[in-house]
């Protein structure tokens, strides 16, 4: 499924369609350059799922947790990852997230959970263009729901 985003209103929409139709657990890979719009997106599904108060980037704490309904928002951003063994002092094996939103998934290979869905953001002009591709069932039937909003 592929979006031109003309600007950060409709990065804002995008967010808010994927959290009303988000499953209850998901995993969702946010790759793109510096700038292309990952926080922007991620922001706004947070915000869609109700989450009041700063929304901050993880750029340098790496993760930050939010309440949402039914459990809880994990959002890392892994950019300073040097390599994905520093994953293991994160304590993700400890972690009860129900939504899972991974900036730079590349660098954490092997120690995430796999995606439900990986969305792809580039810049194009003024704008974005976002690709979401399902990895998994529950991915595909949550790009369907998604599909089903913007007929």
């Known amino acids: 499924m592929q979006f031109h985003l003309n600007d950060s209103d409709a990065t804002a929409r995008l967010g808010h369609a994927l959290a009303r139709t988000r499953p209850p657990l998901a995993a969702v ?33 790496l993760i930050e947790r939010y309440p949402i309904e039914g459990g809880e928002a994990w959002h890392l951003d892994l950019y ?20 899972w939103l991974i900036e730079w998934p590349e660098k954490g290979r092997g120690g995430l959970p796999p995606p439900d869905l990986d969305i792809h953001l580039g810049i194009a002009g003024e704008g974005r263009d976002a690709r979401l591709v399902a990895g998994t069932e529950a991915g595909a039937t949550w790009l369907e729901s998604l599909h089903g909003l913007h007929s």
């Open 80 to 99: 300073r990852l040097g390599d994905a063994s520093e994953l293991d002092f994160l304590g993700l094996d400890e972690a009860v997230a129900t939504l």
């Open 29 to 61: 890979h946010l790759h793109g350059d510096l700038g292309a719009g990952k926080s922007t997106l991620a922001r706004a599904l947070l915000r869609g799922l109700g989450v009041t108060g700063s929304v901050r980037s993880p750029t340098y704490t």
